[in-house]
């Protein structure tokens, strides 16, 4: 029967594979998207228009029910190439991306695709249960219509380790309400209450402690794999515990934004090596891979680790 949610919220270290999808899983969703590319208007000296490049091409593929992490330092575009994916970019912009092998619909990918930002303004009186009914139902597609709005809802709060905490307030500056970090939770919760199979997230763990990353992560990893969501996650540096949660990395070098890594999680240090640029010993391989991609850095390797892209994974994720 797989592992249970309760289990894999208090044991984030099980792996991936022993996971097997709930009674509520959502449709599968896959993400392909090729030479996704941004570039925008600056004034020089004389106050003419000069093009700056933000983004360079991106391609890649996301399967369903991964949990993908988007990575890069500040500059490198990875909320851009976020936003791109997400459909939330206003301004105009390069490259085709595909749902199920499709050209992306835009009317309908509304209806399977949820965007949590940073901030996700609640009222301090709601409930926490009240506050995730409340886009179950808002948002409830009428062709799945059949499953009842308290009984997904009581998955969600499982699934976000907020069973508990059901009950109480959100809370503000007035009310005494949940943590941050459960806060957070309800956030993602929502997003996904919609029966959004893709899910986009934009820094959850940012201004969170190391224990409360960690449990929001291993939240996001359990919806991927038992309610079969593709979640693509902004996030900076992770502990290491907290990335081997996720199943891939998209690592972008800033000024312009270009693709530096884009492969399994599992194998990146193993592909930094291959590159002549070994993790070093008791570092974290994440901070380690930042390092090497950020300007000014002491270990700075952007353009050998663009060039190296270039050759050895650009072929294959084309």
Known sequence: SGLDTAYLMTHPGVTSEGIRPSAFALPPVSLTFRALTFSMDTKDAQG?????????????????????????????????????????KTAEY??????????????????????????DLMPAHWKVREAVRFNAVLKQPAARSVRKPDDWVGVLLETFGLTEVGDSMIGGEEVRGISGGQRRRVSLARG????????????PTSGLSATDAEVCIAAL??????????????????????????????????????CVYCGP???????????GFPVPVNVNPTDYFMDTVTPGTRCDQSDALVSAFERCQKPFVD
């Not at 390069?94 to 965007?115: H, L, M, S, T």
């Not at 949660?245 to 998209?250: C, G, I, P």
């Open 48 to 88: 003419n228009k000069v093009p700056k490049t933000i983004l360079e091409p991106v391609s890649g593929h996301f399967a369903p029910g991964e949990l993908i992490a988007l990575m890069g330092p500040s500059g490198s575009g990875k909320t851009t190439l976020l936003d791109m994916l997400a459909l939330k």
């Open 94 to 119: 390069g490259g085709e991306v595909w749902v199920n092998g499709r050209p992306r619909p835009q009317r309908r990918f509304r209806r399977i695709a949820a965007y949590v930002g940073q901030e």
């Open 192 to 203: 996904v209450a919609a029966q959004a199979s893709l899910l986009f997230c934009d820094e």
């Open 221 to 258: 990893r359990t919806i991927c794999k038992r309610l079969c969501v593709t979640c693509v996650v902004v996030i900076h540096q992770p502990r290491a515990e907290v990335a081997e949660m996720f199943d891939k990395l998209v690592l972008l070098a800033s000024h312009p934004g270009r």
């Open 265 to 275: 999680m599992k194998g990146a240090q193993a592909y930094w090596q291959e590159r």
